[in-house]
């Protein structure tokens, strides 16, 4: 028994050591599976702390702290005088700030409701500025009304990421005045964006989209300013850290006298009248007024022109979008006789004169070409052909021309290329040669056609910018000065960056020069003569000097002899006037071209008296108030 007993003993000993040995050998590895349980943590620690530890601390400090960009206040715009044409007032707008919102969908749902606005145009404008950061705050509604405001501002949990903001919208101080000149300003696209080299601008920023704002855009921006605040989580701000004030932009001063340029709008709106007015001095080639009606409505444009509005424009068949001044051409009618005349003279097909016999009609080939005075005005010079427009003189010195010389001389004159002016899509226009029929059409050219040129008919086509330049240069005795708009930059505090000074482009030789008194005699006859073609013009104390044109649109048998009035609108001829002032020593060239007015004398000619008056006006007040004085004294 004793030896069973101590065989069991033995046995559990020996179980007992190699269970010891056992629990020494899993000690050694308990380490190894510590190790292997905390060093994926500790890895993520080490890759967390110190490897990207500048990334995200610099990320954790933008999601406090935000910087946010101020739009600066832009540049004023002035007239000639000084007067505020177009200025600034706060306008609150609605933002969205996309990494603040977890729900843009539904925000925007609800949002245009409240905007009464279509959810399409909201996402519209989140897409346009799409490559921004997410931080950024994107315009979605500018200048919302103040019931808008208190709603939005009371309501701000059911609108996560929105925010609203107050920055400065265009004032108009004379309503519409030069809209299509001055142009405006609206949210900036995605494609200007992708064009913008300097990295200025983000999405929602306003830009210059039409006009002078788009033009002078640099002038006008000014620099922006910077705004840093800590946020919580929910992007809501706690404090406000520091700010840096943005910087207007500079000033433009416009050579356009306000006065005279609402008087050119104002005639023109009576009877919704469509077409153009331009002023210029005669001397620099300033332009004092450049009227083109129907005009935009330069309001609807603030915070975003609506679709119906925009619709409206697009299918106005007066086309208000189009700035007539220099984005339409016209046929040049009878103002073009001027050209004919200048090259009659010095190409010595006539001279002063020449008479030539008009019985209301010339044969020439098989066709018969008529005057627009059927009677016809019998045995006419020079001057008597310009007074009185005689198309069969014309006809005759364009025959003797040739279409060529013919357009040499316009474009002597300043016609058929742009001019420079400060606005954009200028059109050159049109003066047709026998090569560019040949290239264009394909065709010869046919010598009757060159009858039709003389007059200001045929391909001829030219804008009303470049017809006031052709009178300017008569004149003041053949210079063409480059039309411009502005007459200085300003910087905010008064200092002068960029000024205007007169640019002759071009200027007529002396064998030219010497032809023009010739000229000048007949444009006088025109308004002072007893048989002028613009006699309704006359100024009581004042000489002018000028041309009318009738330029026909279309010529359509079933339209023969029917009464003007009854003539649909759009198939009328349209009406030129184009003069200066005062004849005898010039200061001003007028031009008006007045879409479908039917007659230069009757349908442009008062507008151009309009503008004269207007000008001189306090001359014209001296000259009455003398006369006035005279005849108390003598009674």
Not at 225 to 247: H, I, T, Y
Request: aromatic fraction near 8%; proline fraction near 4%.
């Amino acid at each position: 028994m004793n030896d069973k007993f101590f065989e069991q003993v033995e046995e559990i000993s020996e179980r007992d050591d190699r269970a010891l040995i056992m629990l020494k050998r899993r000690a050694l590895f308990a380490p190894f599976v510590v190790l292997a349980f905390f060093f994926p943590i500790a890895a993520r620690f080490w890759y967390l702390q110190i490897n990207k530890g500048d990334q995200y601390r610099q990320k954790a400090d933008s999601n406090r702290v935000r910087i946010t960009s101020l739009p600066p206040p832009r540049g004023h715009i002035l007239d000639h005088y000084g007067r505020e044409i177009v200025t600034n007032r706060p306008s609150f707008n609605v933002v969205m700030i996309r990494e603040d919102s977890f729900e843009i969908d539904d925000v925007l749902k609800r949002l245009a409701v409240v905007l009464k606005e279509d959810i399409e145009v909201l996402w519209e404008r989140i897409r346009d500025a799409s490559g921004t950061p997410r931080h950024v705050p994107i315009v979605l509604k500018e200048d919302i009304p103040w019931d808008t405001l208190a709603y939005l501002e009371n309501n701000k949990y059911k609108f996560s990421g929105i925010r609203i903001e107050v920055r400065p919208v265009r004032t108009y101080h004379y309503g519409n005045l030069a809209a299509n000149a001055i142009g405006y300003i609206g949210s900036i696209n995605r494609q200007q964006l992708e064009q913008d080299q300097e990295g200025f601008y983000e999405g929602g920023d306003l830009i210059g989209k039409r006009g002078l704002e788009l033009l002078r855009e640099k002038d006008l921006r000014g620099e922006k300013g910077e705004r840093s605040a800590e946020v919580d989580a929910r992007g809501f701000e706690q404090q406000q850290l520091k700010n840096m004030e943005p910087l207007p932009g500079n000033d433009v001063h416009l050579t356009i006298d306000a006065e005279l340029q609402k008087a050119a709008e104002e005639y023109m709106a009576i009877g919704e009248k469509a077409g153009a007015v331009v002023v210029m001095e005669v001397d620099t080639g300033r332009l004092l007024a450049a009227a083109s009606t129907p005009t935009i409505h330069l309001e609807d444009f603030i915070g975003g022109i609506s679709k119906k509005n925009w619709d409206a424009l697009l299918n106005n068949s007066r086309h208000p979008l189009i700035n007539k001044v220099v984005q339409a051409a016209y046929p040049p009618g009878s103002t073009y006789k001027i050209v004919t005349a200048l090259g009659g003279l010095v190409e010595g097909v006539i001279d002063e004169n020449t008479m030539i016999y008009c019985p209301g009609q010339y044969r020439f080939g098989n066709r018969t070409y008529r005057c627009w005075k059927r009677g016809g005005h019998g045995a006419v010079e020079i001057r008597r052909a310009l007074a009185e427009s005689c198309d069969v003189y014309f006809y005759q010195v364009g025959q003797r021309l040739g279409v060529d010389k013919l357009a040499e001389y316009a474009r002597k004159l300043g016609l058929g290329s742009e001019t420079g002016v400060d606005m954009e899509y200028e059109k050159a226009g049109l003066i047709p040669t026998k090569d560019w029929k040949r290239q264009r059409h394909n065709e010869q050219w046919h010598d009757g056609e060159t009858l039709s040129v003389a007059i200001g008919q045929g391909f001829n086509l030219t804008t009303p910018l470049q017809v006031c330049l052709m009178t300017a240069a008569v004149a003041n005795g053949g210079r063409i000065y480059r039309p411009r708009l502005v007459e200085s930059v300003t910087t905010p505090d008064g200092r002068v960056v960029d000024r205007f000074s007169p640019e002759l482009m071009s200027e007529l030789s002396e064998r030219e020069k010497h032809f023009l008194p010739i000229i000048r005699d007949g444009l006088f006859e025109v308004v002072q003569g007893k048989r002028g073609t613009a006699r309704q013009v006359r100024i009581e104390g004042m000489t002018v000097a000028g041309k009318t044109g009738t330029a026909q649109v279309v010529r359509l048998a079933v339209y023969k002899g029917m009464k003007e009035e009854d003539i649909p609108y759009e198939y009328r001829d349209h009406a030129w006037f184009t003069c200066y002032a005062p004849a005898d020593k010039p200061e001003i060239a007028v031009t008006v071209l007045v879409e479908h007015g039917l007659h230069g004398g009757s349908g442009a000619g008062p507008v151009a008296r309009v503008m004269l008056k207007k000008y001189f006006e306090h001359r014209l007040q001296q000259m009455e108030d003398s006369v006035a004085d005279a005849s108390g004294r003598n009674g």
